[in-house]
């Protein structure tokens, strides 16, 4: 069965919103699935060349006649989902959600505020870990998506419209969230991690789909890992922006925003190790190595194609394993053997 899942393989804003939207076009996805909640922001660059941040809906929907799909394994916030389905223009038709997606509330929100998290671990207090807390502990005042007037007309048994897909061979693909590096579960960073494990296999569960279902697991990275502003734990080989800047020979300075809570984000040099584990848990098929553009932006094109390819063979090296595709700026990626041949023509002329 045709499914595609899609993970960071770092600590988040690896670019999975990009490849998502990349992936649902290249793959003619019937359907793409979102999980987690607006704890993650995705960015995706409409046709006009706007950057949109989605924090609810997948990237996907600002495409045209594809099923864009919120599972019963995501949380949320009723204001920020309302705000983006203008946003994105998607047509009611083509929204979904399952009734046993759960609501953050105003006082998720408050409880996490009061709580300290964002001070101590670098939370986004987004009301997400308050709203998985009262769902495992099965409170009784725990509100789900079927009981929101205002969703009442995107309401639908998910499980059974993606099960009906899968059965006539319709490509789906699940947008997970955050890095794996975050993960609940397998990071080995906690307290500093997420609330929820950041997984392929966490992301299909959630989704409502079996893992016989799935084909292709999509790893996304990027050249200079970031973690979110402030004490949100340890990130090896950290550096700061103008490192990048200097090193990358930009003319103007590089700096980079958290999606969410738009703080200056942390950044480090590659580190291979995390990776590593996220590769030997997760089985990518394809991996994707996001802002390649950083390795040179001196504005010699020739140097510059040469120079990403060269390092990008160091990076296979270091995580032995192949990347398959290279995300080049904001909104495009290319088959790396496309880049590659490109580049060897450039040298022959």
Not at 35 to 58: D, M, R
Not at 128 to 133: D, F, Q
Not at 287 to 311: A, M, P, R, T, W
């Amino acid at each position: 069965m045709p499914v595609s899942v899609i993970f960071g393989g770092q600590f988040g804003s690896e670019g999975k919103g990009k490849v998502a939207h990349y992936f649902a076009k290249e793959l003619k996805a019937k359907a793409v699935i979102r999980v987690g909640g607006p704890n993650s922001g995705h960015t995706v660059i409409k046709p006009n060349g706007e950057a949109l941040v989605l924090k609810q809906l997948p990237t996907a929907s600002i495409l045209d006649n594809v099923y864009c799909i919120i599972s019963s394994g995501s949380y949320i916030n009723v204001d920020i989902l309302l705000k983006e389905v203008l946003q994105t223009g998607i047509k009611d038709e083509f929204l979904y959600i399952d009734p046993f997606a759960v609501i953050i509330t105003e006082e998720d929100i408050l409880n996490e505020s009061k709580n300290g998290l964002k001070e101590s671990i670098g939370s986004t207090g987004s009301g997400i870990g308050s709203a998985l807390s009262n769902r495992v502990n099965r409170m009784s005042s725990l509100r789900f998506a079927k009981d929101v007037e205002a969703l009442s007309k995107y309401i639908c048994n998910t499980k059974s419209m993606v099960r009906h897909f899968l059965l006539d061979n319709e490509r789906i693909i699940i947008e997970g969230t955050q890095g794996f590096g975050l993960s609940l579960l397998h990071s080995d960073l906690y307290p500093y991690t997420t609330s929820r494990d950041t997984s392929a296999a966490a992301f299909v569960s959630e989704a409502g789909i079996s893992p016989l279902d799935v084909d292709d697991v999509i790893m996304v990275i990027r050249t200079y890992p970031i973690r979110v502003g402030g004490n949100s734990g340890p990130l090896p080989k950290e550096i700061n922006w103008e490192k990048v800047t200097n090193d990358s020979k930009s003319k103007f300075p590089l700096i980079e925003f958290t999606s969410v809570t738009n703080k200056v984000r942390r950044v480090a040099e590659f580190d291979a190790e995390v990776v590593k584990r996220a590769i030997e848990v997760n089985n990518p098929t394809k991996i994707v190595l996001n802002h390649c553009d950083y390795f040179d932006l001196s504005g010699n094109e020739l140097l510059k194609s040469q120079l990403i390819i060269s390092k990008v063979k160091e990076i296979e090296n270091l995580i032995n394993s192949r990347i398959g595709y290279l995300g080049l700026d904001r909104d495009s990626i290319v088959e790396r053997n496309l880049y590659a041949n490109n580049t060897i023509a450039k040298v022959l002329k």
